[in-house]
């Protein structure tokens, strides 16, 4: 059974970074994508990216504004994938999920994803 372990997060001032974590086990293949989602208070939860995990290919959602301030990293011996976050803001502030699924693509929604991190809390206020 895959479980994943999130981790980082927290509280930061306006314009700050924060680095997630999220740490996966039992998967049975290579062939398999780590999703990030977050949902802010009162709305839905929101993709971000998804990456494959055999390759390294990432898909940003469609929704997601300013892209360029969410990059995303791998360490495959750890299985773990990291989702650095920089220029942060208010609107930000949301708990933050990973999932997997397999082979991620454009276009890729929640249902997509069987497993999901415990969530992590990210605070952007001054």
């Known amino acids: 059974q895959v479980q994943l372990v999130q981790s980082g997060g927290g509280s930061v001032q306006p314009g700050g970074s924060l680095r997630l974590s999220c740490a996966g086990s039992g998967f049975i293949s290579d062939y398999y994508s780590i999703g990030w989602f977050r949902q802010a208070p009162g709305k839905e939860r929101e993709g971000i990216l998804c990456?494959?995990?055999?390759?390294?290919?990432?898909?940003?959602a469609d929704s997601l504004k300013d892209r360029g301030r969410f990059t995303v990293s791998r360490d495959n011996a750890k299985k773990t994938v990291y989702l650095e976050m920089d220029s942060l803001n208010p609107e930000d502030t949301a708990v933050y999920y990973c999932?997997?699924?397999?082979?991620?693509?454009?276009?890729?929604?929640?249902?997509?994803?069987?497993?999901w991190g415990q969530g992590t809390q990210v605070t952007v206020s001054s």
């Open positions: 990456v494959n995990n055999n390759d390294g290919t990432t898909f940003y």
């Open positions: 999932a997997t699924a397999g082979l991620c693509y454009t276009g890729f929604v929640a249902l997509d994803f069987e497993s």
